[in-house]
């Protein structure tokens, strides 16, 4: 059922694909809605991040940065980006409404122009393995796959230069 649910949303997101162009407009003009998921392994004090190659945040951060669709619960579209970001198939119902961020870059991966979204993030208690197995199979183009997935404790955040935003969320869970 998870993997026939994932190939109609895929199927439909096809079938209402938006033209590049198209695109650059919307990202000039919109903030765009998107979702971003936290990993945690229970009993540990820390989340886990991976490292992003790419604008608008090229540093250690979330997974996601995927776009809500309105034929999909946030719930998944954040299984549909750990999946597309990782392999992981990970049941909606594991997701676990945290906050929400609004973000302005000044920089896009799409070009040399400022953007803005709106984050809807999530918490997701993951077993060892799992994080492991996301650990191995980042998607490249994405993230640095050396860097793989990594524990962040209070000190190591406050030691790194991390977005402000993933210290307030680590504080939120702890």
Known sequence: ?????YAET????????????????ILQTMIIPCVDVVFHVKGDQAIYLAKRRVLPMASYWLLGGRMLFSDSTPEMAASRAVKRESGLDVAPSRFQLLCSHLYSWERVKQGNFTGRNIALIFSCEASREEIEEISRNLDG?????????????????????VHSAIKDIFNQMF
């Open 1 to 5: 059922m998870k993997n026939r649910n």
């Open 10 to 25: 895929s199927a439909k997101l096809e079938a209402a694909w938006i033209e590049d162009e198209e695109y650059l407009r």
């Open 141 to 161: 183009d994405e993230f640095d796959k050396e860097f793989g997935l990594q524990k962040f404790d209070a000190k190591r955040l406050k030691a790194l230069d």
